[in-house]
């Protein structure tokens, strides 16, 4: 019985030191949020109910969150002098597609919250479909400076697709971007990957092509180093039980969920998917 106390008590010291190692290695990373859609009729897993949203939106306001842009992120980070400095408990919020509920439910939250987000759009479904964004919406939005329009390709087609020719690649990352400085009249600094997937190729491409930085789809958290084209995004989804306490977990455990989410996303690129679905991610 004693020598299972003492097994115990050195894995909670190990266990202890770990965590501390992890948490101080990531003290100066900076949360990166992922939405879809915000709605209470669609409900799958890329849906946020508007009511879970504005939850959300009132707990990083209620604990002393700091809303930030890309482009204060970047400042920060690329200050010499240290003379641009981030706020304390900085999270930078992010949509992808561009689905007309950012407009409709986001956008009168944003307000009552004086909350910033970045929504990177399809340029090619805007004013095309119905339930995606007007340029006139996204007009709106950008200039009332709680929305930051940005690029996300022109069509949504999948980066690591291998029947994708460079040139096809090219024309979606850069296309994209003159779209949203044509009908924006701003430039567009930042691009995020479809599905968060990205090839090295990719990554260079957008560098070449003048983006200031582009966005993946992982847990981990964003650092001033190394790599600014490959920068980390949490994943918020909707219906699920439990939902705010996935979101305070993802938001507040990145560094521990990041590289589960790794081992895991790996094991079901080897081939190993059967196993890989007993590894919860919260």
Same mark, same amino acid.
């Given at each position: ?10 894995? %909670?010291? +190990? #266990? ?5 190692v992890i948490f101080n290695r990531e003290k100066d =990373?900076?949360?990166?949020l992922l939405y879809h859609q915000v709605n209470d ?22 604990? #002393? ?5 890309? !482009? ?15 706020? !304390? ?8 597609? =561009? ?17 910033? %987000? ?17 340029? !006139?919406? /996204? ?7 709680? +929305? ?20 096809? +690649?090219?024309?979606?990352?850069? =296309?994209?971007?003159?779209? +949203? ?10 691009? /995020?990957?479809?599905? $968060? ?12 092509? #003048? @983006? ?5 789809? !992982?847990? #981990? &958290? ?8 490959? &920068? ?16 305070? %977990? ?10 589960? @989410? ?8 080897? $081939?190993? =998917?059967?196993? /890989?679905?007993? %590894?919860?991610?919260?």
């Amino acid at each position: 019985m004693k020598k299972f106390l003492m097994f115990i008590i050195f894995l %909670i010291v +190990v #266990g202890g030191i770990f965590l501390t190692v992890i948490f101080n290695r990531e003290k100066d =990373g900076i949360p990166i949020l992922l939405y879809h859609q915000v709605n209470d009729v669609d409900e799958n897993q890329l849906t946020v109910p508007v009511s879970e949203f504005e939850e959300q939106i009132k707990y990083l306001v209620d604990n #002393g969150y700091s809303f930030i842009t890309p !482009d204060e992120m970047l400042n920060a980070w690329e200050s010499e002098d240290g003379s641009i400095t981030l706020p !304390d408990k900085p999270v930078i919020i992010t949509f992808d597609d =561009g689905y007309i509920d950012t407009y409709k439910n986001v956008y009168p939250i944003l307000q009552q919250y004086n909350a910033r %987000i970045t929504q990177f759009v399809v340029t090619d479904y805007v004013n095309l479909y119905p339930n995606y964004l007007t340029w !006139d919406q /996204a007009r709106e939005m950008q200039a009332s400076g709680l +929305v930051d329009i940005e690029s996300h390709t022109l069509s949504h087609f999948n980066l690591v697709d291998n029947r994708l020719s460079n040139h096809e +690649v090219q024309n979606q990352i850069f =296309g994209s971007k003159q779209a +949203v400085e044509w009908f924006m009249k701003k430039p567009a600094k930042y691009i /995020a990957y479809p599905g $968060g997937e990205y090839t090295r190729e990719a990554a260079e491409l957008t560098q070449q092509i #003048g @983006y200031r930085a582009a966005f993946t789809v !992982d847990y #981990g &958290l964003a650092h001033k180093e190394p790599q600014h084209f490959i &920068l980390p995004r949490i994943p918020i989804f909707g219906n699920n039980s439990y939902s705010m306490l996935r979101f305070q %977990i993802r938001l507040r455990l990145a560094p521990l969920i990041a590289p589960i @989410y790794r081992l895991k996303t790996q094991m079901i690129s080897d $081939g190993n =998917g059967v196993v /890989a679905q007993f %590894i919860w991610i919260p």
